[in-house]
């Protein structure tokens, strides 16, 4: 069980997805085209609100167009990385054929999270980045090289936790039988990431920082690259991923020995 | 399949399709907190209020508009497109043509079996809208107001149950119809006023979205509840809505009659 054999199977499942996904090259075209229609919905009531006001919260326009831009990125990793394998896992649950991972001489959450890759989602982080690019032009100054080096960071610490929530949602398949809606409901308790966390007042505030941490994934991100991001808010954010990835994990594993297999 | 045998059946599928929402209580409990969308846009729009008001929108207004969307949303929402495209795929679609009964009424009938435990949901947000935003911004006032809320949710159920079998039975046209509900939920989402009110819209785009069906699926009953009509405006907005009722159960049920066709042809 060493980090080099894990490595090469994640290699190999990935090759595996880049093949079956370069059978389907129409494809490309649709993703690009609903990528670009879903980053047109988080832009669409983003002019509305500033349509209202030049500022919300201390939040411009400008300012706000980062944060989706880090929500569009974020989305296209989600669904390029995240949800497919892990859809197809709640599958494995409804199937009873969980079984066949769980026999494997693998971690199981290692290969349910690795089975299936959608590469052409990548477009989606193309976006996020032409969001970006956009947003500084507009605003006319560039982000500083620590602001970037820190963002960067705050990515990875996104992505673990991304992936936690997910995984907490997934055991929750293990326990609720119907999981249909699972994803969706995923999907729209990330959403709320796609506004600067300032606007949450209250006891919705604590959840989206504390409970689900939507302001560390996108708000914190945007601080960071417009050099307004205190550097102990950046190590709690690692400090409180790492945390949060070893709950989930906590969780996977009790979620895994209530699983009683289709055969017992 | 005739019309005497359905009604005869229709007591027994509303009792069995209430059952299974008893039944799959939790899965409904995941769907409400999945749609707590309203909830969120409140909480933004509340941040932009403090400024000042927003059209005819201050705090107390914003609370019974979202609170309003969040309580039609568990209403009128329709899972139906979805499970079609499922029943295509799996094949079990031709499971469900051999009973004597449409499939279509019973996909009905299982979505309008789960009313009264969304009622159940929806009473207490109903509570928390009267206490925070005050009866005038929260519910109809008089008896003809209820009654105009009363056509304007049935209106826009049928308009979602239309769109949804619409979508549903283009699964088996193409191969899959994912993406196309992907592109309605987008579409749904910014034009219905599920967001923000439409009439904070541009006026050009205002003219697109009156002409479009979203609006009445969402934005329209909304504005019934919170009063936001007087009744010659509202009885206009309604003829459209029931406009679209009428055309889009026309094409609907022409779509899936010419669709079943095809799907027999499937099996051979």
């Known amino acids: 069980m060493n980090a080099k054999r894990y490595l090469r199977l994640l290699g190999v499942q990935l090759k595996a997805s880049g093949l079956l996904a370069l059978q389907y090259r129409a494809d490309f075209l649709a993703e690009g085209l609903t990528s670009l229609a879903w980053t047109f919905t988080a832009l669409a009531p983003l002019f509305v609100v500033f349509n209202a006001r030049p500022s919300i919260e201390g939040w411009t326009f400008q300012e706000s167009l980062l944060v989706v831009g880090w929500f569009t990125l974020l989305q296209g990793v989600l669904e390029g990385a995240i949800s497919p394998s892990l859809t197809g896992m709640v599958e494995h649950i409804r199937k009873g054929t969980l079984d066949f991972v769980l026999l494997k001489p693998a971690d199981a959450q290692f290969l349910v999270s690795t089975q299936r890759f959608l590469p052409w989602r990548a477009v989606n982080v193309l976006s996020g980045v032409g969001l970006f690019v956009y947003a500084f032009v507009s605003l006319g100054r560039w982000p500083s090289l620590p602001g970037i080096f820190a963002s960067l960071v705050l990515l990875a610490t996104s992505m673990l936790i991304l992936y936690s929530m997910w995984i907490l949602v997934v055991s929750a398949a293990f326990f609720v039988v119907k999981v249909d809606n699972l994803t969706y409901l995923f999907t729209s308790i990330f959403d709320a990431a796609r506004w600067p966390s300032a606007v949450f007042r209250g006891s919705l505030a604590w959840v989206f920082t504390f409970i689900i941490p939507l302001a560390l994934m996108t708000t914190f991100p945007a601080l960071a690259l417009l050099g307004r991001l205190p550097w102990t808010w950046l190590v709690g954010a690692v400090v409180g991923a790492v945390a949060f990835a070893s709950v989930a994990r906590w969780v996977w594993l009790m979620s895994i020995r209530h699983y009683t297999s289709a055969s017992s | ?268």
């Open chain 2, 1 to 268: 399949m005739s019309l005497r045998t359905s009604l005869k059946a229709l007591p027994t599928m509303v009792r069995i399709g209430f059952s299974e929402a008893v039944a799959y209580r939790a899965e409904m409990i995941i769907w409400v907190l999945a749609t707590t969308m309203p909830l969120i846009m409140l909480a933004l729009w509340s941040a932009v209020a403090r400024g000042g008001p927003v059209g005819r929108f201050g705090q107390a207004e914003f609370t019974g508009y979202f609170l309003a969307a969040f309580c039609v949303r568990q209403l009128t929402s329709s899972w139906v497109a979805w499970l079609l495209s499922y029943e295509v795929k799996q094949g079990t679609l031709a499971m469900r043509l051999l009973r004597p009964v449409s499939p279509l009424l019973a996909y009905a009938t299982e979505v309008l079996a789960g009313i009264p435990l969304r009622i159940a949901v929806v009473l207490p947000v109903l509570g928390i809208s009267l206490w925070a935003a005050g009866a005038q911004r929260a519910v109809p006032t008089s008896p003809g107001g209820w009654g105009l809320f009363a056509l304007g949710i049935v209106g826009a159920w049928l308009i979602t149950f239309y769109l949804n079998v619409l979508l549903g039975t283009l699964s088996l046209y193409l191969e899959s119809s994912q993406k196309l509900m992907e592109v309605y939920m987008v579409l749904f989402f910014v034009c219905s006023g599920y967001m923000f009110p439409v009439e904070f819209f541009p006026a050009g785009a205002r003219t697109v979205i009156e002409w479009l069906p979203f609006r009445y699926q969402m934005g329209l009953p909304v504005e019934l509840m919170t009063g936001a009509h007087a009744a010659k405006e509202a009885w206009r907005l309604l003829g459209a809505q029931w406009a679209w009722v009428a055309g889009l159960g026309v094409v609907s049920m022409a779509v899936w009659r010419r669709g079943l066709a095809r799907f027999a042809a499937f099996g051979g």
